[in-house]
């Protein structure tokens, strides 16, 4: 298996840029920036859409960290904050449970 090369977003914004002003050429934008038609495709559709915003890579980030680029990523990503939250609580309350538990058991010992 190939490693694919990375890309910046300023080297995203320049290809899909180029992209466009060459007349949505998508094969001639892949060959010349050694990139695949379908991340040339898809980056110019997400541009068009989302605008330089919908470029970045968000791979790898938590949604509950991430800022928002449309309303339904925004419920998403509330959701992804409101999820951890009640994780968090749920660990609080089976700590304070097993803390209760050994104190009700030392209380029995004695």
């Given at each position: ?15 899909v840029l180029y ?66 939250k009640v994780k ?23």
């Amino acid at each position: 298996m190939s490693q694919t090369k990375k890309f910046s977003l300023e080297e995203r914004i320049a290809i899909v840029l180029y992209c466009i002003a060459n007349n949505y050429d998508y094969s001639g934008t892949a060959v010349k920036y050694q990139v695949t038609y379908q991340n040339v495709y898809n980056w110019v559709k997400r541009y068009e859409k989302l605008g330089e915003a919908g470029l970045e890579d968000r791979r790898g980030h938590r949604k509950a960290n991430q800022e928002s680029r449309t309303p339904e990523e925004e419920a998403k990503i509330r959701i992804a904050q409101l999820e951890e939250k009640v994780k968090y609580q749920q660990m609080e309350i089976d700590l304070l449970k097993k803390v209760k538990e050994l104190e009700r058991r030392d209380w029995q010992k004695k």
